[in-house]
């Protein structure tokens, strides 16, 4: 009987506790908004529109979407996470967007090197694609491609290659996103026998991917002086007709400059003025030998440049304006080109270049700063892709596409300036967490989407073909 009492005394001491203040975190605990992860105390650099910068901030995501973007305790008191990651020491950003490459063309990273462009595609690049190029050859490489892109916080890429299906299937099994674009060449490739049979291809690729959640399908003519005027008119109606974007290598080298004035007494970007190829939704990669005139066709058209800073270089290319393209308006994103001609798909690497080599070609220090470098890493590349509504900056409502970079190490110590940090010192190895549409691919650099050694045993598997290739 003493124990029924006491324990009736315990119980009614636990009510009067509760009912003293003990009910109120219950109460609390129900008001929270359960969702699937927050990432707190990181230093977050939002690049929303006023590139608001909290440090430190908290973000949380639940489902594909960033749904609190706060002080750490702001969000403690407002969601309830499954999972919480404690990013002390680490600066979480939007993920970074490559604007243009060839994925699989990592299978000939540091395939003849130092040689004149036209030397290396011709004894190197050419007869390589010519008897390596398969459907499996481009998965594979798409895998390679896709868990160096995951490790170096690359969230979006745009891509032109062949088999772009194969690219779509790989990509959005990885977790990535992607603007991908079927190639049209006037050449017989690997899967098109002519620029019709490209064409054909392309519109069943966008047929079977468009309303993807990951995958927007493109149509990518490869270049000018790789296509006929009637083939760049059928790109367009072709983009038009669904309502997709387009593509293409535009003033790349001097070289190309000289086809336009051969072939209409003109510059490459008037050239395709004239053929009608300039519309919505277009993506120029390089735009290195552009005119004022050529920049004022561009920005009437709303056409956006992918600009490749260390392929330029390493190709002796040029140097794009990409002071005068922002200053002009118009929207520019950031990429690494094809593994081939670079030798990475680092986009901390490419930040770093395209500042360096505007300060060096301009002669001045001020030129695109820190902060306009990551702008076109992260939502100047989500406009150039036409992906900004959902992409391109860490804003409630947007697509949960975040990175997380280690800034504890002696590369990053100390730190006064995070954007500086983020541009000037790190590497893509710094990036210790990617996130894509809500899902974490890569927890602690260990990648979760794929398998590293048997993707990297695939990898040097389909070497063999490209070394046998180019044999001599
Ligand atoms: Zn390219």
């Known amino acids: 009987m003493p124990v029924r009492v006491s324990a009736r005394l315990w119980a009614v001491g636990c009510v009067l506790a509760l009912a003293a203040g003990g009910l109120a975190p219950s109460a609390e605990a129900a008001a929270r908004k359960r969702v699937a992860l927050v990432i707190t105390n990181a230093t977050v650099i939002t690049e929303d529109g006023s590139r608001r ?27 309830q996470p499954r999972q919480t990651i404690d990013a002390t020491g680490q600066i979480l950003l939007p993920g970074l967007i490559n604007t243009h490459g060839h994925a699989p063309m990592v299978l000939f990273r540091g395939l003849g090197s130092d040689l004149d462009l036209m030397d290396w595609l011709q004894q190197y690049i050419f007869p390589a694609e010519a008897k390596s ?38 990509a959005s099994e990885a977790g990535l996103r992607g603007v991908l674009g079927q190639t049209i060449i006037k050449f017989p490739v690997a899967d098109a026998k002519t620029p019709e049979d490209g064409l054909a291809r392309a519109e069943r690729f966008i047929t079977e991917w468009k309303g993807n959640a990951l995958i927007t399908p493109a149509v990518a003519p490869h270049a000018l002086y790789t296509l006929e005027p009637a083939t760049l008119k059928a790109c ?12 293409i290598h535009l003033a790349e ?86 593994a081939a001609s670079n030798n990475d798909l680092d986009m901390f690497e490419a930040m770093r270049f395209a500042a360096f080599l505007q300060k060096h070609a301009r002669n ?67 990036v210790t967490t990617t996130i894509v549409n809500g899902k974490v691919l890569m927890r602690d650099r260990k990648v979760l989407t794929l398998n590293e050694a048997t993707v990297l045993t695939a990898a040097r598997a389909a070497a063999e073909t490209v070394r046998a290739a180019v044999k001599k």
């Open 253 to 338: 080298t001097r070289a190309e400059v000289d086809t336009a004035l051969t072939l209409a007494n003109s510059t490459p970007t008037k050239y395709l003025q004239g053929v009608g190829l300039w519309g919505p939704r277009t993506l120029a990669a390089h735009g290195v030998w552009v005119s004022p005139e050529d920049m004022v066709v561009l920005k009437t058209a709303g056409v956006a440049v992918s600009h490749n800073p260390e392929s330029n270089m390493k190709l002796a290319s040029g140097t794009a304006p990409v002071v005068d393209y922002l200053e002009a308006g118009i929207t520019v994103g950031l990429g690494t080109d094809g």
């Open 133 to 170: 190029v398969t459907p499996a050859f481009v998965r594979t490489g798409t895998q390679l491609a896709a868990l160096e892109m995951i490790r170096s916080g690359t969230t979006t890429f745009a891509d032109m290659y062949y088999f772009e299906e194969e690219i779509a299937r790989a």
């Open 53 to 79: 910068i909290l440090a430190p901030g908290a973000v949380a995501i639940e489902g594909t979407d960033i749904v609190g973007v706060d002080t750490p305790a702001a969000i403690a008191a407002a969601f």
């Open 364 to 430: 001045d220090p001020r030129a695109l700063p820190a902060t306009a470098v990551l702008d076109m890493a992260t939502r100047g590349g989500a406009a150039a892709l036409g992906l900004d509504a959902q992409i391109g900056s860490v804003e409630v409502g947007k697509r949960a596409d975040v990175i997380l970079v280690d800034a504890r190490g002696p590369r990053q110590t100390p730190m006064f300036d995070p954007v500086a940090h983020l541009v000037y010192s790190a590497h893509g190895d710094d």
């Open 236 to 247: 367009r109606a072709l983009a038009d007709k669904h309502q997709v974007p387009l593509l």
